[in-house]
């Protein structure tokens, strides 16, 4: 489920100057591979979504996408307001109150959209927390069809949500102003939800009772979600930090986000090239099952088959570059000398970087540039030439990120590298799948730790591509020496000028001692032994892990099928479960203040530490709690719990008892802690319930 944004992004021209210019041609429907959603008399299929004082009708369209179907939204319907039209022309245009309009359009009326189809989807899964009032939506429909009140209908069908979190700082979170919240949701909240403004602002807001905090989405979707995962390793180790003030006293490790590292879709962007060498090495279907008999047939593919692959996917890059290269300067308005020159630049047998993304900041894509003078002798090596393509968009509302496009465009003007360096313009899919199957080196240099994944440098390894990256997102996981090359250290530096030098250096450092040579040190039929080795380390090892094969294989079994379970689980019984769940937390946050721990006894013997604490639950139902003993651990991911059983009643006191745990003495007793956390049958903790007690 998407919005229709019939403006897209916007496109991009760059000027004489370097000035990128900003367009936004009109993409009419009736060319574009989408159809409109028909009821069964043939009338449009509609949503009406309530704004302040007026309603706004969205129109539904459907996208087929292989065999699966694509519903998107767009308000440019003749029965709205002028003004309401545009709602959903652009994307990331506009202010704060476009961009609210347009998360209650994607969150409230795409959940009814799936609704009037008739689909009641069982999973429901949160592509970042710009879609999470679609869990209010979702919980406002369950309410009415079974009369259960707000609370318990989102604890019965938040069980069936997902939500994937995508960004790495926290200003990356979608947050609003509480009066435009008010203005937008207040009514919604009163009359759709059953609920009063404070319960609407607390599913936001860290603090509850703090009347300025924003609205965060983040936390909404946190809110009503039973899973939360981010999308690589070390970005989970990121998330857990970001979200670690919703899980106070808990250990920042516990905080319950897990990940689910991203892929791509390998088919799109493999050349035809490389598409007949993995059919003849691993046959057609290898992309319909599981990937992990790939590895061995990469690894038998000759050296010369290899190279071939390379020289090829170079050659068509080149030819499609001179022809779109001398289209873009003619349209720049450049004088017809230099787009002829344009027609023969690059070369089909020089080593050619790709360096193509979104200009921002976090980015670095100016990093290349530090020591313009020794980059530019890199590329016009007569003896080892290098050659670079590259491309990108900045924000239309980013100065900075436009000034890096320019200083791209200078920088190629100034040195006279036009043969040698192009700038093309106008960075979308199609000119990243050319790219992806044309270069040698794809290279990326973000500012560690806020690539959240990165994906584009997964494109490059099917066609034979090589990464030179940042240990960043999925580059920190998949990097080894045999496969590619890496820069930084591996740590965090923040934005410190004397560390983006330093890694400046480093990169000149690999291109010019390690890259350039392994690249031009031939065997006696021309090829590059130690390159051609690299190549398939990369493609056997790297191909079948990053691929959406591997990606949506774990959201399915480890995300979608318990998800689906839980949320049936809860829902039977017209909601049954949520109603406990809500019961549950009731309890716990009537009664936990009063719940402690009295004595611990240890004793240590033949091997074993025997613990026994007691512990005064007053009246709260031991069933609601579990009471265990924490150790950390080295790595600091997965730490020890062992579960204390309780041995028997204490005498004299209502709600005592002893609990009591025997473990190995590997580990000195003093390593462990009893704590007391909530538990209700299948309920996550601490996500739902994030009470916890420490025995010291
Ligand atoms: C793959 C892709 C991206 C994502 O690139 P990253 O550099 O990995 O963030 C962005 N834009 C386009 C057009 C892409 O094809």
Redo the contacts with the bound molecule.
């Keep these: 489920m998407g919005l229709l944004y019939q403006q897209g992004y916007f496109r991009q021209q760059i000027d004489r100057d370097g000035n990128q210019q900003a367009f936004y041609p009109y993409n009419d429907p009736g060319q574009l591979p989408i159809m409109p959603l028909r009821q069964s008399n043939g009338e449009w299929l509609r949503m009406e979504i309530a704004l302040p004082g007026y309603t706004v009708w969205l129109r539904a369209w459907q996208v087929k996408v292989g065999r699966r179907k694509l519903y998107l939204l767009d308000s440019n319907d003749p029965a709205n307001l002028p003004v309401h039209r545009g709602l959903t022309s652009e994307l990331y245009g506009g202010g704060p109150e476009l961009r609210l309009k347009q998360e209650l359009a994607l969150g409230i009326g795409g959940w009814r959209l799936l609704e009037a189809l008739g689909l009641n989807p069982e999973v429901c899964h949160l592509n970042e927390g710009h879609a999470a009032f679609a869990l209010l939506e979702r919980a406002r429909s369950f309410k009415d069809k079974t009369g259960v009140p707000f609370d318990a209908a989102l604890a019965a069908t938040r069980a069936g949500n997902v939500f994937t979190t995508h960004t790495a700082v926290a200003a990356g979170f979608d947050r609003f102003a509480p009066e435009l919240i008010s203005r937008y949701l207040g009514r919604y909240a009163t009359e759709k939800l059953g609920i009063s403004h404070r319960e609407l602002f607390a599913l936001g807001r860290q603090n509850p009772d703090d009347m300025h905090e924003p609205f965060n989405m983040a936390y909404l979707a946190m809110r009503g979600s039973g899973a939360v995962n981010a999308v690589s390793r070390l970005h989970g180790q990121v998330s857990r930090d970001l979200f670690s003030p919703l899980f106070r006293r808990w250990p920042i490790n516990e905080a319950p986000v897990t990940h689910v590292t991203n892929g791509i879709h390998v088919p799109t962007w493999e050349s035809s090239a490389a598409d007949e060498l993995w059919a003849e090495a691993c046959g057609q279907g290898r992309w319909l099952g599981n990937t992990e008999t790939l590895a061995a047939k990469i690894e038998a593919i000759p050296d010369v088959r290899l190279w071939e692959l390379r020289t090829t996917g170079r050659t068509v890059l080149v030819e499609d570059v001179r022809t779109r290269l001398s289209r873009q300067l003619t349209a720049s308005g450049y004088e017809p000398e230099l787009v002829e020159r344009a027609r023969h630049v690059l070369d089909p047998n020089v080593l050619t970087l790709g360096f193509a993304?979104?200009f921002a900041t976090y980015k670095r894509p100016n990093l290349l540039l530090h020591d313009p003078d020794r980059f530019a002798r890199l590329l016009t090596d007569s003896r080892r030439p290098v050659q670079l393509i590259i491309a990108g968009k900045a924000h239309p509302a980013d100065g900075a990120g436009q000034e890096l496009v320019q200083q791209w465009i200078q920088f190629i003007k100034r040195y006279h590298l036009l043969p040698h360096a192009v700038f093309m313009s106008d960075?979308?899919?199609r000119l990243?799948q050319r790219l992806v199957r044309g270069v040698d080196l794809w290279i990326?240099t973000p500012r560690r730790p806020w690539e959240a994944s990165?994906?584009?440098?997964m494109?490059v390894l099917v066609n034979g591509g090589l990464n030179l990256s940042e240990l960043d997102g999925w580059w920190a996981e998949a990097y080894s020496p045999a496969v590619g090359w890496a820069l930084g250290d591996g740590r965090e530096h923040g934005d410190d000028p004397a560390w983006d030098a330093h890694e400046a250096d480093q990169l000149y450092n690999l291109l010019e001692q390690h890259v350039i040579p392994e690249f031009y040190t031939r065997d006696a039929n021309g090829v590059s032994t130690s390159w051609v080795a690299r190549m398939r380390a990369s493609m056997a090892r790297l191909t079948p892990q990053f691929c959406t094969n591997r990606t949506v294989r774990e959201y399915t079994h480890n995300y979608y099928l318990p998800a689906a379970q839980r949320y049936h689980a809860r829902a039977a019984d017209r909601g049954a479960g949520g109603v406990e769940i809500v019961r549950w937390k009731r309890e716990l946050a009537e009664k936990w203040g009063s719940i402690r721990f009295g004595e611990l006894h240890v004793s240590t013997a033949e091997n074993a530490h025997t613990f026994q604490a007691q512990v005064y639950l007053n009246a709260l139902d031991p069933a609601m709690v579990r009471v265990e003993l924490f150790a950390n651990t080295l790595d600091g991911v997965t730490p020890i719990r062992i579960e204390m059983k309780t041995l028997r009643k204490l005498a004299g006191a209502a709600g005592g008892y002893a609990y009591g745990a025997t473990i190995d003495s590997a580990r000195p007793a003093s390593d462990y802690t009893p704590r007391i956390i909530p538990r209700w049958s299948d309920a996550a903790v601490p996500l739902e319930a994030d009470y916890i007690l420490w025995q010291r």
């Design positions: 993304r979104r960075y979308d899919m990243a990326n990165g994906t584009s440098g494109k």
